[in-house]
């Protein structure tokens, strides 16, 4: 079984409600979504789940985490500089970009936030 990342994901499977719950208990802005070797397969974002809730009248209730997340989201290799990541984020319109490795293991998020306040 992969190891667990040091920060929370979920699985495609799981209620959609818990990443809202997790985003709002963490104080975070997306949750990555990891199949079950551990390879990142999306991103569920705060604009995700509003979108929904905006455009459905049962809201999140009965989808899963895989019906609202964005597949395949644009990732980052480690050590690539900030501008390009903050770039990267402006060009593509996404707060959040996962970082990854080769083989698509997740490593890290890195949010708008987090770019700015190392500005």
């Known amino acids: 079984m992969p190891e667990a990342p040091p920060f929370p994901s979920l699985r495609p499977e799981e209620p959609a409600a818990e990443a809202a719950r997790m985003i709002v208990s963490r104080s975070i802005g997306a949750v990555p979504v990891q199949d079950s070797t551990g390879r990142l397969v999306g991103l569920v974002s705060e604009r995700d789940i509003v979108r929904i809730i905006a455009s459905r009248a ?4 009965g989808l899963a985490v895989e019906e609202v997340m964005t597949r395949d989201p ?4 480690p050590g690539t ?29 890195v949010g708008l936030s987090d770019l700015v306040r190392r500005g």
């Open 74 to 77: 644009i990732t980052l290799r």
């Open 81 to 109: 500089p900030p501008e390009t990541a903050l770039e990267l984020m402006q060009k593509r319109g996404v707060g959040h970009l996962p970082v990854c490795s080769e083989e698509g293991r997740l490593l890290g998020l």
């Open 58 to 61: 049962m809201g999140l209730r």
